[in-house]
């Protein structure tokens, strides 16, 4: 303990060089930015760095890849609140409550809730990589493919509680998010599927592409068609820009909860960051005392998820770190750029180069702290933007989505599925079908795909291997209870009801 | 008057003198940024540049998706007769090109050379009891459906070194267990016992080995990867050979002189100590091979490639 | 809007078919899908069968919930009015700024397309400045190709035909 303490102290010595604090800096800026654009992940704009930091010492080098992997966090939810158009993956949930918040007027305490959030959890998550990490790390050999498949399955009840008004249209959602997902190779089998004989869907639809087409250009042409032509503000700033006593009292629960789901799941090979935020959503709104604000602005659907997400980003370090595992692409670049350095994470890593391995732990505190400097004040500013006149925000989003939609492959193909699948999402909102679900289905239905094929040809077809390890029963005996508990509550609450009158 | 005369003067001078001097070269990398054949087309564009073997500049165009057949068509239909125009290619194209029927291939290029190679391993948790390849083949042949092993996706080098195995130790080539996985997983299950063996990049297990939680036994490259104490299959008398080989290409209908150019070039790169080190720093084997004798290389892993897409039951 | 727009609009019963439609596509493509199983017990169709499945279910239900008189109604969003008439000349701009990239995307470029696209958007939500607007959006789409030009992105040739 007192030996990691001292090994921490020196590497803030590193960290807080003047010169590591200025790449810090540079990149807690680029991964903000990149955050914002969709598509452009910390992933790949590591990767594109890599030789560029080629010419600097592997501690700065590393202590920027630190401040890009945690801004482009903070970036995502900017866009999802503001906006409604998440800029990655991990920040759908996001988008679901916080944009709610900003249409109210409460942009602003759903921007600080968010960065306050991820900075509580970032810090949280900095912390048991520093000191957990090894312990952590066992979980990757623990968890096998039939437990990951019930971990899927407990965050597919995350669903249920995104439907909307009605069940028919969530499930339809659902069902169409998991229908587009097995457009492609089949990579248990290499037999392509629902390609209509098309070169460019043997990789399926990018993520991407249906996360910019649903949200950025399903609502472009929504308000498009159905705007007031009355000229006025955007979002009127309703009381006050900033987190009221009540917001803090209802969001510090949701953060530390948040950290405590996302911090194990992301440290696992394949929990990612996705996962920690439906669970986490799913959570708040169970426990949330005002469960009818949910879908009109509940801050908790903001702290919770956004906490989730970047405490899992630090879990993602911690098999990358003590194992050498990358589990994620963003941390696959990571390891590249370790080998790039000749060095190979891994215990021996803690032996060889003490230095660079706390160095870049304590970068990850300083980056956080950083990042809560950089975007509490501009939270106002942020805000400020949505005060463009509406023709223009709407004209960048679209933007914004042609250069996340074409600069990931340069596809014709994918145009025309923006264009195609835009209108869907323009329906959707028409005859309000909820865009969540399909985002969930899309995600996690090869996911869960793979881990049950995979579970079954270890096991060489016998089903019982689904519920065989202790950590499978328990996770699927959970995900039963969050679907039927609240049907069983409220007819023991009606049932009490009768039997008093 | 007479600046803004001399300035124009200057920027039509430099505008001149970068279309006197420059003939770039237009690389067109089949994967989106940051894949394995991307970093082999920017790291050699890159070598080129510092060794002083070609320094007029360099564009990269990324066209990923299905193995690299996507990139390929785009390259054959764009690039015709174009000299500079070259296309990052390898072993994973020639099975894109065979398992999704494509209509054009390789052969509607020309081939330049093969640059490196990665070879794979076989590895097994640390307290498996299979030591030694011959172990491999008998459990494959006692009972296929039993050994399940993993590695990376369906129809890859890894799916058809199996299938070589398989037939190697006589056991029936459709009921062996391969599991597909992407990403470090695969490392955590096999760490983990959740598969009894798995083959991915030699490099990738490498370091993880070091760990002792898994045991590598076998190399499949010609000859033992450095600084690993690894038999290859064939020191263990299985005669397989097999390896993620990169290479480039030039465009259809390439000149004569312009083909010669190129060749001279990558065997100028292929000397130098700056390749000598890109290698090094990548963990790639030096796999060299140019023109004609590349060519028919080409054509030899295209009927491997056809026979063992066949036997694993994907090429119907 | 009259009253048998309105009904029209709450009853999309039209929905219910191309859900239906959709899942009758998976379904069908399913069944030309080469059954490997092995050991998995599952083959590559049986996930494409779920998904087709469950849709054309889902689209049965729709199209009874629509016949039954179902309200689905427009979600509330900011800014647009759910009760205001939807204007088809706007939606139908917006549309052309979206679909717009599959014409001119491959011959005109990047920093032109979204030139366009911005301007047909921007004149969707009634500016009419259109000077100002192509000269906004050809500035957002060069510095966007730029950007990304530093990055080591190529987003494409800056003007195809030229090259």
């Known amino acids: 303990m007192m030996d990691i303490l001292q090994q921490l102290l020196a590497g803030f010595a590193i960290a807080l060089q003047p010169i590591n604090l200025f790449w810090a800096l540079v990149g807690c800026l680029l991964g903000t930015a990149i955050g914002v654009l969709p598509g452009i992940g910390p992933a790949l704009t590591i990767a594109l760095l890599l030789p560029v930091t080629a010419q600097v010492a592997p501690e700065s080098a590393f202590i920027m890849f630190a401040g890009i992997l945690y ?23 996001t988008a679901i409550e916080g944009n709610r918040m900003a249409r109210n007027g409460r942009g602003a305490a759903a921007l600080a809730t968010s960065a306050i959030g991820s900075f509580v959890a970032g810090t949280l998550g900095t912390l048991a990589l520093t000191f957990l990490a090894p312990t952590i790390a066992e979980l990757a050999f623990i968890f096998g493919p039939e437990d990951y498949f019930a971990l899927m399955i407990l965050s597919f009840t995350s669903v249920a509680v995104v439907m909307g008004t009605s069940r028919v249209r969530g499930f339809t959602a659902l069902f ?34 249906v996360l910019v087409s649903l949200f950025a250009v399903g609502e472009t042409l929504y308000v498009a068609s159905r ?56 959570v708040e709104r169970r426990l949330s005392e005002k469960p009818e604000e949910f879908g009109n602005g509940a801050i908790e659907g903001v702290a919770g998820p956004e906490a989730a997400n970047n405490a899992a980003a630090a879990g993602i370090l911690v098999p990358l770190l003590t194992l050498g595992l990358p589990s994620t692409a963003t941390a696959a670049v990571l390891l590249a750029a370790f080998q790039n350095y000749g060095l190979q994470p891994g215990p021996l890593l803690f032996a060889t180069n003490p ?101 079954l040809a270890v096991s060489q077809g016998d089903w019982s291997v689904l519920v065989g390890t202790p950590i499978a029963a328990t996770l699927l005996a959970i995900a039963v209870l969050v679907i039927f508990l609240p049907f069983l509550v409220a007819r023991f609450r009606g049932a009490m009801q009768e039997s008093k009158a | 008057m007479l600046k803004k005369s001399f300035l124009t003067g200057v920027i039509a001078l430099a505008f001149s003198a970068g279309l006197a001097a420059a003939e770039p070269a237009k690389v067109l990398i089949p994967a989106n940024p940051g894949g394995g ?134 056991a029936p080539v459709d009921k062996i267990n391969f599991v597909s996985f992407s990403g470090g997983e695969i490392l955590a299950s096999l760490g983990g016992g959740k598969i009894k063996a798995a083959i991915s990049g030699a490099s990738e297990f490498r370091d993880f080995a070091k760990s ?33 080989w990169r290479g480039f290409v030039g465009a259809p209908g390439m000149s004569e002189a312009g083909r010669k150019t190129w060749l001279d070039r990558f065997e100028k790169l292929h000397a130098s100590d700056v390749w000598k080190e890109a290698l090094k720093a990548h963990g790639w084997e030096d796999a060299y091979l140019a023109g004609d004798e590349f060519k028919a290389f080409i054509k030899a892993e295209e009927s491997n490639w056809t026979t063992a897409l066949k036997d694993v039951g994907i090429l119907k | 809007m009259s009253s048998l727009d309105q009904r029209k609009a709450a009853r999309p019963w039209w929905l219910g078919v191309a859900v239906f439609a959709m899942g009758a596509l998976w379904l069908y493509g399913a069944a030309g899908i080469a059954s490997t199983t ?52 706007a939606f139908l701009l917006a549309l052309a700024g979206v679909a717009m990239p599959l014409l001119t995307m491959k011959m005109l470029g990047f920093p032109i397309t979204a030139m366009l696209a911005f301007t047909l958007v921007t004149h969707a939500f009634g500016s009419r400045r259109t000077l100002l607007d192509l000269a906004i959006g050809a500035l957002i789409g060069t510095f966007s190709w730029y950007g990304f030009e530093l990055l080591g992105i190529e987003l494409g040739p800056f003007i195809p035909l030229l090259r």
């Open chain 1, 71 to 93: 801004g482009a966090l903070y970036g995502g939810s900017t866009t999802s609140i503001l906006l409604n158009m998440p800029g990655e993956s991990g920040s759908v949930m």
């Open chain 1, 176 to 209: 169409f998010g998991l229908a587009l997902g097995t457009i492609g190779i089949d990579t248990q089998t290499g037999q392509s599927r629902m390609t209509f004989g098309t070169l460019e869907l043997l990789d399926g639809i990018s993520f991407t592409v």
């Open chain 1, 227 to 282: 705007q007031t032509r009355a000229a006025g503000v955007v979002y009127p700033l309703k009381g006050g820009a900033w987190m009221t006593r009540e917001d803090w009292k209802r969001s510090w629960k949701p953060w530390l909860r948040g950290a405590l789901i996302g911090f194990p799941i992301g440290s696992l090979p394949a929990g990612g960051t996705e996962i920690p935020t439906f669970l986490s959503y799913t």
């Open chain 1, 355 to 455: 230095g660079l391995l706390w160095g870049l732990i304590a970068s990850l505190f300083v980056g956080n702290v950083i990042l809560l400097i950089l975007n509490l004040p501009l939270v106002g500013m942020w805000v400020r933007l949505l005060l463009i006149p509406r023709p223009y925000i709407y004209g960048g989003i679209v933007i914004f989505a042609l250069v996340g939609v074409w600069g990931l492959s340069t596809s014709w193909m994918d145009l025309l599925l923006m264009c195609g699948i835009g209108l869907i999402g323009y329906v959707a909102r028409v005859y309000d079908f909820p865009i969540a679900p399909a985002l969930i289905g899309l995600i996690l239905g090869p996911q869960a795909e793979i881990q049950l094929r995979r579970a």
């Open chain 2, 37 to 170: 054949w991307d970093g082999a087309g920017r790291e050699t564009m890159a070598a080129f540049n510092k060794s002083g073997v070609f320094t007029d500049g360099v564009s990269f165009t990324n066209k990923g998706g299905a193995a690299g057949t996507i990139g390929l068509a785009e390259f054959v239909r764009t690039a015709e007769g174009d000299d500079n125009a070259l296309l990052v290619t390898g072993v994973i194209m020639v099975g894109g090109v065979i398992s999704n029927k494509t209509p054009v291939s390789l052969d509607n290029t020309t081939p330049l050379a093969r640059m490196t190679n990665e070879y794979n391993a076989i590895a097994v948790p640390a307290d498996s009891p299979i030591k030694t390849p011959q172990d491999f083949l008998a459990a494959l042949k006692a009972d296929p459906g039993a050994l399940s092993v993993g590695g990376g996706s369906a129809g890859g080098v890894d799916h058809v070194l199996l299938a070589l195995l398989a037939k190697q130790a006589g």
């Open chain 2, 212 to 244: 002792g939680r898994i045991r590598l036994i076998a190399v499949t490259g010609p000859t033992r990867v450095e600084g690993l104490d690894v038999p290859t299959l064939k020191e263990s008398g299985i005669p397989i050979e097999i390896g993620n």
């Open chain 3, 38 to 89: 092995n050991y998995i017990g599952l083959g590559p169709a049986a996930m494409v069968q779920v998904a087709g499945g469950g849709l054309a279910i889902l689209g049965i239900l729709l199209v009874i919930q629509a016949l039954r008189g179902e309200t689905f109604a427009a979600q509330e969003e900011e800014g647009a009015d759910a009760a205001a008439p939807p204007s088809r000349s």
